[in-house]
């Protein structure tokens, strides 16, 4: 089992910043892809940003791509995800995820989300 624990969401205004971060326990951090999913009122759960174990590859949504980054720390046994150019097309519920590639099929692991919420 691997226990993961997103924070970092809020109340941001379009045009700003907002990093998560997921903190990860359980089994070997570092033996998981992990990945960034989010889920818009009245939307099925999307895809956002996965990256490999080493932090060597990572992958991104179209709408994602130039705004946001995905990286992570193994020693910290933590994923984040920096977001910026916040539109409010943002605003969703974002999940971490950790899995054993980074196809976003392949996620078995999921926290319990944290809100972020984009002002126009």
């Known amino acids: 089992q691997v226990q993961l624990v997103e924070s970092g969401g809020g109340l941001v205004q379009a045009g700003g910043s907002l990093r998560l971060s997921c903190a990860a326990s359980g089994r070997t951090f570092s033996n998981f892809a992990m990945g960034w999913f989010r889920r818009a009122p009245g939307k099925e759960r999307e895809f956002v940003a996965t990256i490999d174990w080493s932090g060597g590859s990572t992958y991104y949504a179209d709408d994602a791509k130039g705004r946001f980054t995905i990286s992570r720390d193994n020693a910290k046994n933590t994923v984040y995800l920096q977001m910026n150019s916040l539109k409010p097309d943002d605003t969703a519920v974002y999940y971490c995820?950790?899995?054993?590639?980074?196809?976003?099929?392949?996620?078995?692991?999921w926290g319990q989300g944290t809100q972020v919420t984009v002002s126009s």
């Open positions: 995820a950790a899995g054993i590639t980074t196809a976003p099929g392949a996620f078995g692991f």
